[in-house]
Every structure is written in C-alpha cells, then in structure tokens.
C-alpha cells in the first residue's frame, strides 16, 4: 500500500489541525494504522493507532486529549485532528500501515510495513 499524508503547515500555538492519510494500491481497510512523529534531532515516535475497522484506538499517554485518530475506509483515508498546538508538536507527521492478523495496535516503528511520506507541522508561539 502506497501512503500520501497531508495537511501540515505552520500553525499557531493553541490552533487545531487535521491531518490526512490517504492509501492507494490496496484496500486500506486491511491494515491497522498508526500515526508517529518526529522532532528536529529525535527519534520517531508513536502518536496513536486505529483499528481495521477503527472501533478501537490506541495514543501514546503523554498525547491523551488533544489527539485523536479516526478512519474513513470508503475514503481509503485515516485522520489525526490535533487540538490545542504547542512549539513541543513542532515535527515531521508520519503515517503508516500494519498488516498483521493481530488486533494488537502496535507502538514501535519496526511494527509497520508501510510509511507515507511525512508532513511537517510548526507550531509558532
């Protein structure tokens, strides 16, 4: 499956942002979703995982309540609606496609076979 993220920019502090995932080549229906991020000089790291059929959603706890995942399979797209930015959200956003036959939401990036491209939000204070 071939991954497209999108709407990223330069945001104010305390803005709200939506980013988009969209999957080409393969139903995305099949695969678990993850979105991750990755700071000037850090590591990747997990921001939040949805579902096959996007009943259950995972966040990494320090991101609980201001992130928040959702899927649209007829639109072969999955969303991440961040709320309330701050400078610390400033990062390349990553999607990224799990195809395993487990219902387990994976936290790791070697967890996923498939990456988008990224898209860079910065957050101005």
């Known amino acids: 499956v071939q991954l497209q993220a999108s709407g990223g920019g330069l945001v104010q502090a305390g803005d709200s942002l939506r980013l988009s995932c969209a999957a080409s080549?393969?139903?995305?229906?099949?695969?678990?979703m993850a979105w991750f991020r990755q700071a000037p000089g850090k590591e990747r790291v997990f921001v939040g995982g949805?579902?096959?059929?996007?009943?259950?959603?995972s966040y990494a706890d320090s991101l609980k309540g201001r992130f928040t995942i959702s899927r649209d399979n007829t639109k072969n797209t999955v969303y991440l609606q961040v709320h309330s930015l701050s400078r610390e959200d400033t990062a390349v956003y990553y999607c990224?496609?799990?195809?395993?036959?487990?219902?387990?939401?994976?936290?790791?990036?070697?967890?996923?076979?498939?990456w988008g491209q990224g898209t860079q939000v910065t957050v101005s204070s």
């Open positions: 080549g393969r139903t995305l229906s099949s695969y678990k």
């Open positions: 949805i579902s096959r059929n996007g009943g259950t959603t």
């Open positions: 990224a496609a799990d195809r395993t036959n487990t219902k387990y939401l994976f936290t790791g990036v070697s967890d996923y076979d498939s």
